[in-house]
């Protein structure tokens, strides 16, 4: 039986407590990720009714989430945990009412946390399905019984008994064993490798058992390694420590293997086979002696798990007909020395960039070495040993002195190619003997214990070299003032109301496009994409393709009976293709596997041309897009004379994925008449997907229908580029007449659309030297890609928003976006302030480390005061950033916590802390004026209720929700009373983007305006019935022939810049906000832990605050992921390497610092914006620099301890690698270095 979410509860039955818990507390925004976070809950709390906090996190390790920023997730769970509080079982928890919203009558009346307080039963027996007793029967039936199920192209056995097994492997040797599937599919999915027999061994009954022998435990090769876990933690808690030291040791692995979902799986049969170079497990059986038993018809067989095994040597592997039955995993020895290591670009559910298993067995009572064995995975295609530096090293004693050798000898023997495959080298070559210093280390320690008399002291600074950080579950504070107390309580406006479809979200009943129902007569279409960054077009051969069953039709531009997209912009290539994922034609088929299949069949021939792909390639080859766009106040050339120091760097500023869990979606649908065709589709710009489907096919805009309900995740994303993805689906569908669904693959979805653009930032800044910054002298290039998009705009916004928080006198700003034959980059949250703001933040860095003075100082003495003017001439009024910034230097307790940190510093050499302070003023709005407007329609109906439309789009940025408390305000009407359904270019014609973060604001105000209409003209029927009830009103003013529709409009922010004489008042309004971060980093490895962040944001009069701090976490752990882990790689040929969750890594729980607080500044009001309130969509994302900054202050004090040059710049992303490459040590210092130029590296930098 299988229970889907579903399943769990629905609204039309009843909620799960984990259900109604998620919604109630805010854990959903898109909603796309949300029912795979109630089945994680809810799988742990079927296993492990009373779990640990420990265990929801672990349950939660393998979920990712773009919106939430896990925090309100994390807490929606907190009361299912045993740890939670004495009030268990009571229906209530103390933790619960921490997390209920508490308000204080008093001063300034703050309210913190977020979740309705209710009475939720965490344990609910009636809401838990009962397995099917009939499956039960069934399957205890079946239990002898050989199951074959034959599928149309292949059979699936799972044989009752090991000798049928054995008989079944001898007949047809070539057939797979498949346990978890984790491994073969990847296979079978990514290179296409097919079986037409599949055996299933996991029902047989030796291939399940443990048993204890005389050497160690045995234990069945289809046990998962979930399984494998609780087996381990059995007998490690039996058994003397002594005997179990490889058992602790592989358990300390498990913990950050993959995520549950895969360890729930995955057998360690299928582990051990697949032999993946990054495989955890297997570096700590070969070093532990473990021994493979085998059997075939022919016999039983044990072969050592060795590195001849593990490098797949002919004699030492497996035969064909031979399975593995069990594992035997020996006891360890008294005088035995076992250790495992691991670095992943992500502490959880990411594959090892290197891994290790470590033995020393020394001469009993002794330090000399008897036995030594090293395994090394990562480095190469198979897991490697260092077998001759061991033997090398028999008979040492275990000294400084061997540790040099060691390092030497392994270092020449464990050798890495300059190109090797997933690059980071020389990081790689480094952790080689970082995990064996960190090995010598625990040995020594063990050896101190274990003979207290005999060996010294571990001395005290190198024992922050051992362990790993000791991580908490995330805990938060949200602080945000009330409601003014004369507000009745029925007007939701202020209030943290639940987002419109939480509850929907979290029982899976919300419906994004691809849950659209089949409709008669549809295609699936899959696309074929250029594999060349620069060519002609010779020919494109289709007619295999049109043989594969299924395939319906092939569409390329020649099928466009209208425009093919835009001059610069093609919806197919035309003659040429400027970027790899370039979308050549679309293939319709009956399924989308069908049309996938035969996309491989089109053969298309290409005349290569030159590529240009990095910036600097564009800028010696001149290719830009637009005019240089600049700014300038004073006279910067002048100061640069009278200033008493000057100093010039640059920055390179990785791009970013948006990775919304919805990919690009679209299912077009052509009416039978007058050309009309509806279009659903995922986007943030309903209007223009109208205007490019409409243009391709040739028709009137009124003939096309867009419709959007709900988007899983945009991030500015879904607005440049779904239109044409629509209009790829449009054409195929005119051309056959029938409905056609395209739904990007991820993989697609990751190299086709393009991200946020990386950026070359160049500065050169003159400054006195008590910190006076007088003069900056900036020039910026973004890698645009292939097309303009909206690149021009991001370099534009990048210019303007240079300045950051800092008023600095004479500045001059200048910026170009270079052409380049890579996916065209797009709008993404912040759009181009992150880069640029970080820019900012690096130069007040270099000032900083340059005259010596504390960073929060220089910040402060630079940074906009009261009535200012930005560089373009707009005046404010920064008074609200400086009390941020106070505010913020105070919750954050930020001057003792900057020396507690110094003091930990002082105490340890190979782990540091660090923190950073960052303000910021980010600018909401465009300066074009009528992207201000917005319009909205509303009907009430005659039982009285209410159905909004609005030109914005739900994105799960809480829009919707506003909209509704808006109405509800304006209508004096409770919530209840009124829907929200979807947009659509029917209700509201010409609705401008829902972007820039005012999409509340704008549509806001047009939803006000049609409440206030309609509320006025019931105004002479309320009079004459005041105590009348909604009802009677509607009623009355029916019979009266007053129209019960009105629609809403709003035209105001008059923004403007002229670029000619850089000057203008582009913005509508600024948002100001200041977060401090703190975080430890491992020295040996470059990891870092977030351990808290503290973010004041000058929301003012917030409509909804939950909604309102899920946007500035969700930002938050974006702009996090953004600064220190996303990463994007290309080939030397401009091919994207990262195409998938397994390779581009967006931040996970274990990222989210362990205090996140949230404070709403008090007493703020913003005339400009509906009801006083500002735009929080994007700001938060540049708060998540104040990490980089705090990992960047721990490294200036590796660097300073280390006597390196304090004087130094880390380019974005802050990944593992550049972390701990600027922590040089002597370990780095004996890595052999290749020198550029002599070798094609596997990857290239393109900012
Ligand atoms: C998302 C994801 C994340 C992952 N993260 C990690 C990680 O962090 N660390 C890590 O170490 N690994 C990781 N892995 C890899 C994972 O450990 C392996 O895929 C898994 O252990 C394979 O087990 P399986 O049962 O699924 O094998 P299957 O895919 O079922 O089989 C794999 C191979 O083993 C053979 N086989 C299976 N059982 C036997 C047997 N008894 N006798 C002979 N041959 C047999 C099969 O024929 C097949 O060739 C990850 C995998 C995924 C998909
Ligand atoms: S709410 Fe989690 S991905 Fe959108």
């Known amino acids: 039986a299988v229970t889907t979410v579903e399943g769990v509860g629905s609204t039309k039955t009843k909620l799960h407590p984990i259900q109604k818990r998620l919604a109630n507390c805010h854990g959903s925004q898109c909603g796309f990720c949300t029912p795979g976070m109630v089945m994680s809950m809810y799988s742990l709390l079927r296993n492990h009714p009373e779990p640990t906090m420990e265990q929801i996190t672990a349950a939660l390790d393998g979920n990712l989430c773009r919106c939430t920023g896990y925090r309100p ?57 009962i397995f099917p007793p009939e499956l039960m029967r069934v399957a205890k039936q079946m239990q002898k019984k050989t199951l074959v199920f034959h599928g149309p192209r292949t059979t699936w056995i799972s044989p009752a008994s090991l000798w049928e097994l054995l008989e079944l492997k001898a007949n047809y040797p070539n057939a797979p064993l498949v346990v978890g599937n984790t491994s073969m599919v990847l296979e079978m999915k990514m290179e296409g490798v097919y079986h037409p027999l599949i055996l299933y061994p996991a029902r047989i009954p030796e291939l399940n058992a443990v048993c204890y022998t005389e050497n160690g435990i045995v234990i069945g090769a289809a046990c998962h390694l979930a399984q494998l876990r609780e087996i381990l933690i059995t007998v490690v808690s039996e058994q003397p420590e002594e005997k179990t030291k490889v058992y602790r040791t592989l358990l300390k692995q498990l913990k950050t293997l993959a995520g549950e979902q895969i360890r729930s799986l995955a057998s360690l049969g299928g582990h051990i086979v697949s032999r993946g170079s990054t495989w955890d497990l297997n570096p700590v059986l070969a070093v532990g002696k473990s021994i493979l038993n085998l059997e075939s018809t022919g016999g039983t067989l044990q072969i050592p798990l060795n590195d001849q095994f593990l490098t797949r040597m002919q004699n030492a592997d497996l035969r064909p007909n031979e399975v593995i039955v069990s594992i035997l995993i020996p006891f360890s020895q008294k005088d035995d020395f076992v250790s495992a290591f691991r670095q992943a670009d992500r502490r959880k559910n990411a594959l090892s960039v290197v891994n290790s298993g470590m033995r020393v067995l020394f001469k009993p009572n002794t330090d000399i070495i008897a036995d030594m064995s090293i ?22 004693h275990w000294n400084e002195q061997m540790l040099d050798d060691a390092c030497r000898l392994i270092v020449g023997e464990i050798v890495l190619s300059p190109s090797a495959v ?69 007007d939701p406006v202020g209030r943290p109301i639940m987002h419109q479809s939480g509850i929907k979200h979290t029982t899976g009943e919300a419906t994004y496009c691809d849950d659209m129902n089949p409709v008669d007569g549809e295609l699936s279409m899959a696309v074929v994409t250029s594999t060349r960054a620069h060519a002609k077009i010779i020919s494109i051969d289709v007619s295999e393709a049109l043989k594969v069953p299924g395939v319906v039709d092939v569409v390329t531009a020649r099928d466009i009976p209208g425009e093919n997209g835009t001059e610069d912009e093609r919806v197919y290539a035309d003659h040429e293709v400027i970027y790899v994922g370039h979308i050549i034609c679309g293939v319709v088929a009956e399924t989308y596997e ?17 590529p240009i792909l990095t910036i600097k390639d564009a800028i010696k080859h001149n290719s830009y897009f637009g005019e240089e766009k600049k700014v ?46 509806d279009v659903y589709v995922g986007t943030q710009y309903a209007t223009a997907v109208q205007n490019t489907v409409a243009l391709a096919l040739n028709v009137p805009s009124s003939r096309i229908m867009c419709h959007t309900r709900r988007v899983g995740g945009a991030f500015g994303g879904k607005t440049t580029k779904p239109p044409f993805f629509a209009a790829a689906a449009a054409v195929a569908a005119n051309k056959t007449g029938r409905p056609v669904r395209f739904i990007l693959h991820r993989q697609d979805d990751m190299f086709i659309p393009g991200g946020r653009h990386p950026l070359l930032g160049k500065y050169k800044i003159g400054f006195m030297n008590d910190g006076r910054i007088i003069a900056a002298d900036l020039e910026f290039y973004t890698n645009a890609g292939c097309t303009p998009d909206e690149s021009v705009l991001v370099i534009e916004y990048v210019v303007l928003k240079s300045d950051n928080a800092y008023d600095i006198p004479n500045f001059r700003s200048r910026g170009r976006a270079c052409k380049t034959n890579l996916p065209s980059n797009t709008a993404f949250r912040g759009f181009g302030f992150p880069q640029s703001g970080l820019t900012a933040e690096t130069w007040i860095a270099a000032v900083a480390s340059k005259t010596h003075l504390p960073h929060d100082k220089v910040r402060e003495m630079n940074m906009y005061k009261g009535a200012s003017a930005t560089p373009y001439k707009q005046d404010f009024d920064a008074s609200s950033l400086t009390r941020c910034w106070k505010e913020c230097l105070e919750k954050s307790e930020y001057y003792s916590r900057k020396t507690a940190s110094e003091e930990f510093n002082k105490q340890n050499y190979w782990k540091k802390k660090g923190i950073a302070i960052i303000p910021m003023k980010f600018s909401v709005g465009f300066y074009v004026t009528y992207y201000h407007q917005a319009a909205a329609l509303v009907h009430i109906y005659l039982d009285g209720s209410v159905l909004v439309a609005h030109g914005g789009i739900e994105l799960g940025q809480g829009i919707n929700t506003k909209m509704l408390q808006i109405a509800s305000h304006e209508l004096k009407l409770p919530l209840s009373y009124l829907h929200l359904s979807e947009t659509s270019t029917v209700t509201v014609p010409n609705a401008v983007v829902t972007a820039g973060s005012i999409g509340a604001d704008v549509n806001g105000k047009a939803v006000q305006n049609a409440c206030q209409i309609l509320r006025k003209r019931l105004e002479p029927i309320i009079k004459e019935n005041p105590q009348g009830k909604w009802e009677d009103w509607i009623q009355a003013a029916h019979q009266q022939s007053i129209s019960l529709s009105a629609t809403g409009f709003f035209k105001v922010y008059v923004t403007n810049m002229d670029w000619m004489k850089e000057e203008g008042n582009p913005f509508p309004y600024y948002v100001f906000g200041v977060a401090c971060s703190e975080v430890e980093i491992d020295c040996l490895t470059g990891d870092h832990k977030n351990i808290r962040t503290d973010i004041v944001m000058d929301a003012c009069f917030s409509i909804n605050p939950a909604v309102d701090i899920g946007q500035i976490e969700g930002g938050f752990i974006q702009g996090l992921g953004l600064y220190t882990m996303e990463e994007i790689k290309f080939s030397p040929e401009g091919e994207q390497y990262t195409l ?42 540049f708060m998540g620099s104040t990490v980089f900054f705090a990992i960047r202050d721990a490294v200036a004090a590796v660097r300073k301890e280390r006597g390196l040059s304090e004087n130094f710049t880390l380019d974005s992303p802050l990944t593992i690698e550049r972390i701990r490459m600027a922590c040089a040590d002597d370990f780095t210092a004996m890595i052999p270095k290749d020198k550029p130029g002599t070798y094609k590296p596997w990857a290239i930098d393109i900012e």
């Open 632 to 677: 300038e106040k004073g006279n910067v050339e002048e100061a640069f004379k009278t200033a008493n120091q000057i100093i010039e760097g640059e920055i390179h500023v990785g791009g970013q994925l948006h990775f919304y869990l919805e990919t690009d979606s679209v299912f077009v649908i052509p009416r039978k008449e007058d050309q009309e065709m």
């Open 1140 to 1181: 998938g969750p397994d390779t581009y890594k967006i931040p996970a729980v274990c990222d989210v610092p362990e205090q996140l607080r949230i404070y709403l500044l008090p007493n703020t009001r913003n005339p400009m914006a509906i009801y006083s309130s500002k735009g929080m969509g994007e700001a938060g994302v």
């Open 375 to 396: 395994f090394y995975g990562g480095i190469g295609p198979t897991t490697v040993s260092a077998r001759k530096s061991c033997q090398k090293l028999i008979g040492r």
């Open 73 to 129: 997730i994390i807490d929606s769970y907190r009361p299912f945990s045993a740890e939670c509080c004495p009030m268990k079982g009571t229906g209530g928890c103390c933790l619960d009412k921490e997390g209920s919203i508490s308000c204080s009558h008093e001063g300034d009346r703050m309210c913190s946390g977020l979740c309705k307080p209710e009475e939720i039963h965490y344990k609910d027996p009636t809401q838990d399905y």
């Open 422 to 490: 997933g690059g980071k080298v020389e990081y790689r070559r480094t952790l080689l003997v970082s995990f064996l210093f960190r090995f010598y280390l625990e040995v020594l320690q063990e050896l101190k214990k274990m003979y207290p008399s005999t060996f010294p002291d571990l001395p005290q600074n190198y024992m922050s070299a051992i362990g790993e950080f000791q991580v908490t579950p995330p805990q938060g504070v949200q602080v945000y003032q009330d409601v003014d107390p004369g507000q009745p309580p029925q």
């Open 594 to 610: 069908q049309a996938k299949k035969a996309t491989e069949k089109v053969k298309i021939r290409y005349e290569d041309l030159e």
